[in-house]
């Protein structure tokens, strides 16, 4: 079992700067990739970033650019640095792990509101 932790969602102007964090525990060794999922109102749950376990990473169309997704091993916790933010980044965001055997665990989300 992994247990996920999110936090550092707010409210913030267009153009503005959050960042997300996800603190990881439990069964960290089987831990073989960590990300952020967003999910906006009335839609489904869609992959903003991920990286693996050697760092190789992946984003979204819409964020390349603007978003950039870190871990630290050391700390078991990944981060989600979001700048030039838009409205259209507005959802709630879920941390993401996935584990040995393909399981998925996910955090209970934290909401990023981005006003005009």
């Known amino acids: 079992q992994v247990q996920l932790v999110e936090s550092g969602g707010g409210l913030v102007q267009a153009g503005g700067s959050l960042r997300l964090s996800c603190a990881a525990s439990g069964s960290i060794s089987s831990i073989k990739s960590m990300g952020w999922y967003r999910q906006a109102p009335g839609k489904q749950r869609d992959l903003v970033a991920m990286?693996?376990?050697?760092?190789?990473?992946d984003y979204a169309d819409s964020v390349k650019g603007r978003f950039t997704i870190s871990r630290d091993n050391a700390k078991n916790t990944v981060d989600l640095q979001m700048i030039s933010l838009k409205p259209e980044d507005t959802g709630v965001y879920y941390c993401h792990s996935r584990a040995t055997w393909n399981w998925d665990y996910w955090g209970k989300g934290t909401l990023v509101t981005v006003s005009l």
């Open positions: 990286i693996t376990n050697g760092g190789n990473t």
